[in-house]
């Protein structure tokens, strides 16, 4: 995740502490002096250098090894973070820094599970510490656990209010949490009026009037009870310039009332206009910092405006070059335009600033893969799985690999692995079919015809306002 907090004075702690003990040899104060000195300047090579120096001279300090992992996380080496503050911390397993800093290093490594460990003690032991509510949230988001990510979130609103990356997280949480009710939605009114009303909601909000009309009368052709939806048509009417009276179905006072559909629609409703007031508190607090262009960027992305988009992430890069997570999301934007190449420049460049994570190699893998430059896809995809990522889709890219290079056993191994995650995906079964027929068994590729043919009709038979969950799903897409 993007960060704008800087160095605590976590990292000045030992060096103080070395400086003021008593009867120690001047190499440790000199050596201190230089990591000190070092730190401040953002000199985390040296300062790694001066801290390995102080951990063979005073080893027994769990300081030294916390300020250690500081200054490797600073210089982008989250692994050796980690072993650095894993020494550390069996130390003193209480040192709050270590446990902070190492869940937030975790958080980068894609290892959510370390992660909200580390971040979990931290914020037992210090709770009136913002860094480590700020990212113990951003670990339960990455985790999909929105209602603990907001309780997170807003404890480190009221200790740190003017911090731009809390509204940030807390807006993302909110909006994580909408597209939960509409599958709850979905399911206990798949057809229902307030579906389609969410969608006329969502093309309306895309700017797209014509379409969001068209949900609205179905809305209403279903429950003519619906006064929001008549309000809503008669105000697209008037954008549109039309003078002539509405043809709408007359009230019905004695439509069945939907409930449970009713309760989902406004929560859906709720946590959007939740998520839409923490964004703008950051135009409040920080109206020039990244995370309000990121906030645009991201918002032009959602509207299928590209190019608009890719324009305020570069403007991001501008204030911060290194920046985690930018590259990566104007990469996505140039998949979305089928600028491959270019594309995969910003998933390499991203990497220069977070080396082998794991969401960027599966995505400059499936980059390759479009390329047909399947070695380079294997390699990357390999390297993603290697890192442990809870990412299924690798194992459906490298299947695709395997059987294009006529690796039967693999692909199938690959695809049955991925398939366990994602039943759902018609296109798996279909491979898997081809796949076990080119191995000659008839019964496992029969098994995955069924298969494909179950999923590609009930995907046939969603409703079109079902887009409306997709509407979502493409916000959640372009997270940092």
């Known amino acids: 995740m993007c960060r704008s907090f800087q160095l605590s004075v976590w990292g000045l702690v030992v060096c103080c502490a070395l400086l003021g003990a008593q009867g120690q040899p001047q190499d440790i104060a000199t050596h201190a002096k230089a990591a000190r000195e070092a730190q401040r300047a953002g000199d985390f090579a040296t300062a790694i250098k001066e801290y390995t120096i102080l951990s063979h001279l005073e080893p027994e300090v769990a300081e030294v090894y916390s300020n250690l992992g500081i200054a490797y996380y600073f210089h982008r080496q989250p692994g050796e973070a980690v072993q650095a503050f894993a020494k550390a911390l069996r130390l003193k397993p209480g040192l709050v820094s270590a446990l902070i800093f190492s869940g937030i290093a975790y958080y980068d490594l894609s290892?959510?599970?370390?992660?909200?460990?580390?971040?979990?003690?931290?914020?037992?032991?210090?709770?009136?510490?913002?860094?480590?509510?700020?990212?113990?949230?951003?670990?339960?988001?990455?985790?999909?656990?929105?209602?603990?990510?907001?309780d997170h979130f807003l404890a480190a609103s009221k200790l740190q209010p003017d911090n731009p990356d809390v509204w940030y997280g807390l807006g993302?949480?909110?909006?994580?949490?909408?597209?939960?009710?509409?599958?709850?939605?979905?399911?206990?009114?798949?057809?229902?009026?307030?579906?389609?009303?969410?969608?006329?909601?969502?093309?309306?909000?895309?700017?797209?009037?014509?379409?969001?009309?068209?949900?609205?009368?179905?809305?209403?052709?279903?429950?003519?009870?619906?006064?929001?939806?008549?309000?809503?048509?008669?105000?697209i009417h008037s954008q549109q310039g039309k003078s002539?009276?509405?043809?709408?179905?007359?009230?019905?006072?004695?439509?069945?009332?939907?409930?449970?559909?009713?309760?989902?629609?406004?929560?859906?409703?709720?946590?959007?206009?939740?998520?839409?007031?923490?964004?703008?508190?950051?135009?409040?607090?920080?109206?020039?910092?990244?995370?309000?262009?990121?906030?645009?960027a991201e918002s032009l992305?959602?509207?299928?405006?590209?190019?608009?988009?890719?324009?305020?992430?570069?403007?991001?890069?501008?204030?911060?070059?290194?920046?985690?997570?930018?590259?990566?999301?104007?990469?996505?934007?140039?998949?979305?335009?089928?600028?491959?190449?270019?594309?995969?420049?910003?998933?390499?460049?991203?990497?220069?600033?977070?080396?082998?994570?794991?969401?960027?190699?599966?995505?400059?893998?499936?980059?390759?893969?479009?390329?047909?430059?399947?070695?380079?896809?294997?390699?990357?995809?390999?390297?993603?799985?290697?890192?442990?990522?809870?990412?299924?889709?690798?194992?459906?890219?490298l299947g695709k690999i395997y059987l294009r290079q006529q690796q039967y056993a693999k692909g199938i191994e690959a695809l049955d692995a991925y398939v366990k995650t994602r039943p759902e995906d018609a296109s798996a079964h279909y491979l898997l079919m081809n796949a076990y027929r080119s191995v000659g068994d008839a019964a496992a590729a029969n098994r995955q015809r069924l298969l494909f043919e179950k999923y590609s009709e009930d995907r046939k038979q969603r409703t079109q306002a079902q887009q409306a969950i997709q509407f979502f799903k493409q916000q959640k897409e372009v997270l940092p």
């Open 301 to 397: 992305a959602a509207e299928q405006r590209f190019g608009e988009a890719i324009a305020e992430y570069r403007k991001i890069l501008q204030l911060k070059p290194g920046l985690s997570r930018i590259h990566m999301a104007v990469g996505d934007l140039l998949m979305h335009q089928g600028q491959i190449s270019q594309a995969v420049e910003e998933y390499q460049a991203e990497l220069q600033v977070r080396p082998k994570a794991p969401e960027v190699l599966y995505r400059l893998g499936r980059a390759w893969l479009v390329l047909h430059e399947d070695e380079r896809a294997e390699k990357s995809l390999e390297e993603a799985l290697a890192c442990h990522a809870n990412i299924p889709e690798i194992q459906r890219e």
């Open 172 to 235: 993302h949480a909110y909006l994580e949490m909408g597209p939960r009710e509409i599958r709850k939605l979905a399911e206990v009114a798949p057809d229902g009026a307030r579906l389609w009303e969410l969608a006329g909601d969502q093309w309306r909000l895309r700017g797209n009037l014509v379409k969001a009309e068209l949900f609205y009368r179905e809305a209403l052709r279903r429950r003519p009870d619906l006064a929001e939806v008549r309000q809503a048509l008669t105000e």
């Open 111 to 150: 290892d959510t599970t370390r992660a909200l460990h580390a971040l979990q003690q931290a914020v037992t032991l210090s709770p009136a510490d913002p860094l480590a509510q700020t990212w113990l949230g951003f670990s339960y988001l990455a985790a999909s656990q929105c209602d603990e990510a907001v």
């Open 244 to 296: 002539a009276e509405l043809a709408l179905p007359p009230p019905t006072p004695a439509t069945p009332p939907e409930p449970a559909a009713d309760l989902h629609y406004f929560r859906s409703r709720d946590y959007e206009q939740r998520a839409q007031a923490a964004f703008e508190r950051i135009g409040a607090v920080a109206p020039d910092s990244f995370r309000a262009y990121q906030v645009l």
